[in-house]
């Protein structure tokens, strides 16, 4: 198992940009795929992007790509998400997540962190 916590959100325009930060205790973070998801309120959770262990392959929701960037340092047990060129819509609580494989099914992540709250204004 890992524990996972966010950090990095907050209010920013529109257009604007924020890193997010993801850190994990336990000593077997390297062997996991990470994922970034998201729920705004009153919808539900949505997936925006996931890397293997490697940080070789990685997988975007349509609606992030070419603006979010996933990326992982396994030394430091951190996988981060670059956020660009926001918008409103992206508004949501964003949580990390681990899994045995890479993927882009919530499902198959079995350790979550809190989550950490973005606000775009437009």
Not at 18 to 44: D, H, I, V
Not at 67 to 74: A, E, H, I, L, Q
Request: charged fraction near 20%.
């Amino acid at each position: 198992q890992v524990q996972l916590v966010e950090s990095g959100g907050g209010l920013v325009q529109a257009g604007g940009s924020l890193r997010l930060s993801c850190a994990a205790s336990g000593r077997t973070f390297s062997s996991y795929a990470m994922g970034w998801f998201r729920q705004a309120p009153g919808k539900e959770r949505e997936f925006v992007a996931s890397i293997n262990w490697s940080g070789g392959i990685t997988y975007y929701a349509d609606s992030v790509k070419g603006r979010f960037t996933v990326s992982r340092d396994n030394a430091k047990k951190k996988v981060d998400l670059e956020m660009n060129g926001l918008k409103p819509e992206d508004t949501a609580v964003y949580h990390c997540a681990a899994s045995p494989r890479v993927s882009v099914i919530d499902a198959d992540f079995h350790s979550w962190g809190p989550g950490t709250q973005v606000t775009v204004s437009s």
